[in-house]
């Protein structure tokens, strides 16, 4: 499987500095990510309004692992970038491309925030470590299933999810 480095540059190959901090990935045959490297800088290329919108979902996925890297998890909780490539694209796949707003794209707007919070506004000086990493975690996956119908939607029209949900908060249970 072969998947285009975005023009933003990837690993970096030949940068000098680079050249110690890089980690290969190498993951199962199949893995999206087979074959690339990550050094944190793609993460580092992240901002307030980054449009992940005309991107790829492979992209995305490459760089939510970079997110991981340029924060220092994989090094501080001795990770395995395989395995965290092959969680990103899992939890990729469980967010449905039918739903135009909760939608993978979102999923991952919602990481870039908990990313640039956690690196910007130095939460690392308020929570430790692991709370740090379940916040990132937690962003991406936090609208894993979502319908795209809102809650009263759901209630009005006697959904499942609401009728186990005793009509309160459906999507959010």
């Not at 925030?113 to 379940?134: G, H, M, N, R, V």
């Not at 979502?146 to 209630?155: A, I, Q, R, Y």
Request: glycine fraction near 6%; proline fraction near 1%; hydrophobic fraction near 40%.
């Amino acid at each position: 499987l072969v998947l285009e480095v975005p023009e933003s540059g990837w690993d970096r190959e030949g940068d000098s500095d680079a050249s110690e901090e890089v980690k290969d990935c190498v993951c199962e045959v199949g893995c999206v990510l087979e074959g690339f490297k990550f050094c944190g800088r793609l993460a580092d290329k992240l901002f307030w309004g980054f449009d992940c919108n005309s991107l790829s979902h492979e992209t995305l996925q490459r760089y939510a692992v970079d997110m991981f890297v340029s924060l220092g998890y994989v090094e501080a909780f001795n990770m395995d970038l395989c395995r965290i490539a092959n969680f990103v694209r899992s939890v990729s796949l469980l967010y449905s491309d039918q739903c135009a707003y909760h939608n993978f794209c979102h999923g991952f707007h919602n990481m870039l925030a908990a990313y640039l919070i956690i690196k910007e506004a130095d939460l690392a000086s308020f929570l430790q470590p692991t709370e740090c990493l379940a916040f990132l975690i937690a962003s991406l996956c936090m609208n894993v299933g979502h319908s795209g119908f809102t809650n009263e939607f759901l209630v009005a029209t006697g959904h499942s999810c609401a009728t186990t949900y005793n009509d309160q908060m459906c999507q959010e249970n």
